[in-house]
């Protein structure tokens, strides 16, 4: 491919959430369809049996970047002690921990230790720092929650970059009131990780309404445009079982996004638009 194309990441999210879910991720990373996937370590179902199966991946050739995927809320449990609040032994729902973090109700010094504890789970079971760090539901970019992660990457992966989730610019793109909502928290969130010293990806995208007549191979193109060098697009690629509709409601769209990764009509988009995937051997994401 020319040099001329423009490098961006692919990262999975939620590795772990599922058997079906991280076998698809694999599959694609052997494939080189994508090249990051962040791990939910506090998901029921990870083990290291699933952490071997993605290491090997990366054996000789390092395939894929592998992430820390920062879990806070329900379904999920925490993996320290005497975090608080929680709901019948689980975190509080996505709407009601972000309520609390806005009316700063969270207790910084126990978020410390339960992101300190993923992070420590996944040096245990990898045996050395994630790649990069980024939040399930993006609830590192919430106010108080971003005070934490960062204190946490800075001080325990002082080499890993961290996710940001907002657009270069928004020119062109239809409303997204989610898209524009990250754009916001992540404004706050650059200007912290930037005066810590921790690398970010330069512009991200990869948020889309999740609803059954959604077609991923229409909206995928549209990702594309304007995305510079280094820039970071969230999927979600993955084989639906049991495990994951006990645990999550994002699940036919994610058999749709694997099914397009898997065509050839993802690798065609990337060259058409001057795209290519950034090289994982050695390589951060650009630090904005």
Known sequence: ??????????????????????????????RERINATSVMVASPHFSGEEAAALDTLNSGKKRAAIGLHVTLTAPFSPLSTNFSP???GRFLSLNDILRAAIARRLHSEVLVIEIAAQLQAFIDIFGRPPDFVDGHQHVHLFPQIRDAFLKVVAEGAPNAWVRQCGRR?????????????????????RRKARRLGIAFDPAFAGTYAFHAKTKFSEIFPR?????????LIMCHPGFVDAELEALDSLTTLREQEFAY???NAFPHVLAEQGFTLASPSGENASAA
Not at 5 to 30: K, T
Not at 169 to 189: N, Y
């Open 169 to 189: 610019h928004t020119r062109g793109h239809t409303l997204d009131r989610k898209a524009l909502v990250l754009d916001v928290l992540s404004v706050a969130f």
């Open 1 to 30: 491919m020319s040099t001329a194309h423009r490098r961006i990441w692919l990262c999975a999210d939620d590795y772990g959430i599922s058997p079906g879910v991280s076998a698809a991720i694999r599959e694609l990373i052997a």
């Open 223 to 231: 990702f594309l445009p304007g995305l510079p060098d280094g820039a």
């Open 261 to 263: 990764f898997s065509s």
């Open 86 to 88: 929680l709901r019948k």
